[in-house]
């Protein structure tokens, strides 16, 4: 059974740094293009950035670009957002999320089979 882990969330002041670790158990992400997703309250889930299996195709929401990076160890099985720059918008519920696929740039939810239970961020002004 495919497990995924966040970490790494908590409070933070607007223009600091956090990074959030996703650590997948029950099968080799090597074979699973990765996800973040994020929900504030009252809105819905919103796709934050993407990473192929390879980790050569990256991919953005546009909010976050210039300011969040994600990275992924296949050795370690754990794949990595970090947030710079951080903004009062940013708070919200952070998910990693996992599909088994070849492509790249997959940026809709509907798309991922396996999903974390969350990690709040929490950004204050």
């Known amino acids: 059974q495919v497990q995924l882990v966040e970490s790494g969330g908590g409070l933070v002041q607007a223009g600091g740094s956090l990074r959030l670790s996703c650590a997948v158990s029950?099968?080799?992400?090597?074979?699973?293009?990765m996800g973040w997703f994020r929900q504030a309250p009252g809105k819905e889930r919103e796709f934050v950035a993407t990473?192929?299996?390879?980790?050569?195709?990256?991919s953005y929401a546009d909010p976050v670009k210039g300011r969040f990076t994600i990275s992924r160890d296949n050795a370690k099985n754990t794949v990595f957002l970090q947030m710079n720059s951080l903004k009062p918008e940013d708070t919200a519920v952070y998910y990693c999320?996992?599909?088994?696929?070849?492509?790249?740039?997959?940026?809709?939810?509907?798309?991922?089979?396996?999903w974390g239970q969350g990690t709040q961020v929490t950004v204050s002004s």
């Open positions: 999320a996992a599909l088994l696929g070849s492509g790249s740039y997959y940026q809709r939810d509907h798309e991922y089979t396996y």
């Open positions: 029950g099968r080799t992400i090597r074979s699973f293009a």
């Open positions: 990473i192929s299996w390879s980790g050569a195709s990256l």
